[in-house]
């Protein structure tokens, strides 16, 4: 077994420096920058229509009311199942890594991925919703895999390349659902929880390579829960995601808040180490930690992606089940869901880390780059709770919590996009035997080493991202006659047809549809 693991670790090794190389990183970020100015910076020239219709719709009936039409889910349904699956240790644990590994300064690199990665992942839900159909069983797909088909495809001398990029998306989405979505995920809650709930008994007793019982006890526990849920389709997934997800993202905010307020003194040093840091890593960081600033860019543009998920084209593949009808209302969805997920949770992730303490103490010293002994990447926000709620190790068992509630919803999540993935390839019938697959995944995120298992699902993202960007890329003046078409009707009143979907057919079916918006 530890043989295999080393192999995995070299081979995953060489993968991952060639895909977050220069080309990824600049790919990555050059799609949001070039949708951006596309778009007129529509992310903050629009800052109050997209904040209206999303976060300022969440009382109105039709946004979170469930639908009855087959396979569709509401708009809010829509979004929790997407932060369902951006939400998760990517927020805890990927901030702390990238704050380990880059110093204070990955997390401005971070913001910025996310500010540009808005208008990706609005793109790419506009395409998602523009370019979907119904599957054989009447319900919506949608996904980078339709409009690489029907999108790039449908350019002159494009026909092939785009089936091509289609099929290949839809192997790397179902790889990543298996990392990011999966072994990822379970890796980190097996770690938080049986560091906070420790049972001597069971975790004293190593099975092999310095996996205990415990863990494998614990991932058992984790598949179960997973095939309960995700068995059942995305209808059970969606219900699921939308009770928890709030729930879960309003409590670590507010708990956040209270360790952010008693260190109230370190709140502005800590934004000024996040900004000296970004540009000059040694003016901060000593030790050889962050001393490289492309280390620092690549940290904050890795954990980035990997929290919000923006680029990866994954988010979109539940947003276009969405009942709505306006693929611009959705990508307004979309930029809300970067923004809740990095501009909000990853920045309260990374003060509580910087401030717990102060710069030259807590759990993370700003000025030598040390973790305080006792933790690694994986503990290190459990330890910054603890240092205001350490009552009984109170504030390190919120975060095993937070984890488990973050972590689970992220496999829920990737769990139906890996099963789009599937359904593009093999079809709509079959999908219940991804679900059994990617549920026998979950497991093996509880045996492998945190970095391997980290590292895997960097490299599987990487994958997925660069066909996903070449189609947004590609179709991105698709995105900008949609807006327009859009913010002339909304903005300028003017009497024009909506588009709503390139197909003839289903955008006229699309106009005759009755649903109040």
């Keep these: ?24 990183l600049i790919l990555l970020v050059g799609t949001g920058i070039i949708v951006t100015f596309l778009t007129k910076f529509f992310q903050v020239t629009n800052i109050g229509l997209w904040f209206k219709h999303t976060i300022g719709s969440l009382f109105n009936k039709d946004v979170i009311k469930h639908s009855k039409e087959k396979g569709s889910i509401s708009p809010f349904q829509a ?50 919703i523009y370019y979907r159909r119904k599957n054989e069983n009447g319900e919506w797909s949608g996904g ?29 989405a179902m790889l990543a659902s298996f990392g990011i979505g999966s072994m990822g995920q379970v890796n980190k809650i097996v770690t938080n929880v049986a560091h906070a709930f420790d049972v001597s008994a069971l975790s004293s007793v190593e099975v092999f390579s310095g996996v205990s019982l415990y863990n494998i006890i614990l991932g058992a526990i984790i598949m179960a829960l997973t095939a309960l849920i995700t068995l059942g389709g995305l209808k059970r997934i969606a219900n699921v995601a939308e009770k928890i997800v709030p729930f879960m993202v309003v409590l670590f905010v507010l708990g956040s808040v209270v360790i952010i307020g008693i260190n109230y003194a370190s709140i502005i040093p800590a934004f000024k180490a996040i900004f000296v840091n970004a540009f000059c890593p040694e003016a901060f960081v000593g030790g050889g930690i962050g001393a490289v600033i492309d280390k620092v860019v690549t940290q904050g543009f890795k954990r980035g992606v990997f929290s919000n998920e923006a680029g990866l084209g994954s988010s979109v593949m539940v947003h276009s089940n969405s009942n709505i009808k306006e693929p611009v209302k959705q990508g307004m969805w979309g930029i809300f869901e970067v923004f809740a997920d990095t501009m909000v949770v990853c920045t309260m992730t990374a003060l509580v880390i910087l401030t717990a303490g102060g710069l030259d103490g807590g759990v993370f010293n700003v000025i030598t780059g040390e973790i305080a002994a006792g933790y690694t990447d994986a503990t290190l926000v459990g330890g910054a709770f603890n240092s205001v709620f350490s009552w009984g190790n109170i504030g390190e068992k919120f975060i095993a919590i937070a984890m488990f509630l973050f972590a689970f919803t992220t496999v829920l999540g990737w769990s139906h996009y890996g099963s789009k993935a599937w359904e593009y390839l093999f079809g709509a019938k079959t999908t219940f035997i991804f679900r059994i697959i990617h549920v026998c995944t979950v497991i093996f995120g509880a045996v492998l080493t945190s970095s391997l298992a980290w590292d895997i699902s960097d490299t599987f993202n990487g994958l997925m991202m660069i066909p996903n960007l070449i189609g947004v890329l590609v179709l991105s003046p698709v995105v900008v006659k949609i807006t327009k078409n859009y913010l002339r009707r909304v903005k300028k009143g003017e009497d024009i047809e909506p588009i709503y979907n390139f197909d003839p057919e289903v955008q006229a079916q699309e106009l005759a549809r009755k649903i109040d918006e």
């Design 1 to 24: 077994m530890d043989k295999f693991l080393q192999m995995v670790e070299s081979v995953n090794g060489e993968i991952n420096g060639v895909i977050w190389g220069a080309f990824g």
């Design 79 to 128: 979004l929790c199942t997407a932060l369902a699956a951006t939400v998760g240790t990517g927020n805890i644990a990927g901030v702390a890594a990238a704050i380990c590994i880059g110093g204070a300064g990955a997390v401005f690199w971070m913001w910025v991925a996310a500010f540009f990665g808005m208008m990706t992942n609005y793109a790419e839900n506009v395409l998602g």
């Design 144 to 172: 980078a895999m339709y409009y690489l088909a029907d999108g790039l495809g449908r350019k002159k001398g494009m026909k092939w390349v785009g089936k091509i990029l289609a099929v290949l998306f839809c192997i790397f």
